[in-house]
């Protein structure tokens, strides 16, 4: 080989560099988990969650998120009684966990487990601002909620169960936080496009969550499908 060809081999080379960091460097991180993004899913921050975790907090908690989401409808689905003790495992800032305690009331409780301290920092300001008392922060770990064993009426999943590294292992540990009549909420996108949420790739389908719950000693005893268009509501109890 010539030392021209040579020279235009490592030219060639340069260039298939610099246009590979152009469109590493145009692919920034979305600011908004509820719009289909492959690249920040998990990618950058920890515990799936994205490395700007402010912005992530305010897309949780951004009202324009109620027209699909329908908190309220959610929670009215539940059942839950006042004096009941639900537990929102990965809470978030409280967008569900705030509404349940106003519904358990004052007899009630809401366990609130998350694993990132600082998601866990902004539920406790808006528990200081929201004047609620009967909410209870957990700072859980990745691969166990830290519930005490038999006491929740409800466990309510909301997007997260694809955070979790072993969801099959957790969900045993959240049968163990039930009590005789407990249930186990998993409400989750649908694994097809959708407008907004994490990318299909990251999304577990709602096949796949029953098999899993299978295996971790839980049988399906409800879904609802007409109440969300984006996201499938599926109901656990133990075996
Ligand atoms: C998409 S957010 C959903 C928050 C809330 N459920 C909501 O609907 O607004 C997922 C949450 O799960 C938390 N998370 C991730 N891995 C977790 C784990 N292993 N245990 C508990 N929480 C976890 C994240 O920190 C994040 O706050």
């Known amino acids: 080989m010539t030392t021209k060809s040579l020279k235009r081999i490592s030219w060639l080379i340069?260039?298939?560099?610099?246009?590979?960091?152009?469109?590493?460097?145009?692919?920034?991180?979305?600011?908004?988990?509820?719009?289909?993004?492959?690249?920040?899913?998990?990618?950058?921050?920890?515990?799936?969650?994205?490395?700007?975790?402010?912005?992530?907090?305010?897309?949780?908690?951004?009202?324009?998120?109620?027209?699909?989401?329908?908190?309220?409808?959610?929670?009215?689905?539940?059942?839950?009684?006042?004096g009941a003790t639900v537990c929102d495992v990965g809470a978030g800032p409280g967008y569900f966990s705030l509404r349940l305690a106003e519904v358990v009331g004052a007899q009630g409780r809401v366990y609130a487990v998350d694993v990132e301290p600082r998601i866990l920092g902004r539920l406790q300001e808006r528990i200081g601002q929201s004047g609620l008392r009967n909410i209870v922060p957990i700072l859980g770990l990745p691969d166990d909620p830290l519930l005490p064993a038999g006491v929740c009426d409800v466990v309510l999943i909301v997007n997260t169960l694809h955070h979790?590294?072993?969801?099959?292992?957790?969900?045993?540990?959240?049968?163990?936080?039930?009590?005789?009549?407990?249930?186990?909420?998993?409400?989750?996108?649908?694994?097809?496009?959708?407008?907004?949420?994490?990318?299909?790739?990251?999304?577990?389908?709602?096949?796949?969550?029953?098999?899993?719950?299978?295996?971790?000693?839980?049988?399906?005893?409800?879904?609802?499908?007409?109440?969300?268009?984006?996201?499938?509501?599926?109901e656990f109890v133990s075996n």
């Open 14 to 82: 340069s260039l298939c560099v610099c246009l590979a960091a152009a469109a590493c460097s145009s692919n920034k991180p979305h600011r908004n988990h509820f719009a289909v993004d492959s690249t920040h899913h998990g990618t950058h921050g920890t515990h799936g969650n994205p490395e700007d975790l402010d912005a992530y907090v305010s897309h949780l908690e951004n009202p324009s998120r109620n027209g699909w989401q329908k908190p309220d409808d959610v929670v009215a689905k539940l059942f839950v009684q006042p």
């Open 164 to 234: 979790f590294p072993d969801p099959v292992a957790y969900l045993k540990r959240l049968g163990r936080a039930l009590n005789q009549s407990g249930r186990i909420v998993n409400i989750d996108f649908y694994k097809r496009p959708t407008p907004m949420g994490p990318p299909v790739e990251a999304r577990i389908s709602a096949e796949d969550v029953v098999a899993m719950a299978e295996q971790a000693g839980l049988k399906l005893a409800a879904k609802h499908e007409e109440l969300l268009e984006y996201q499938y509501f599926l």
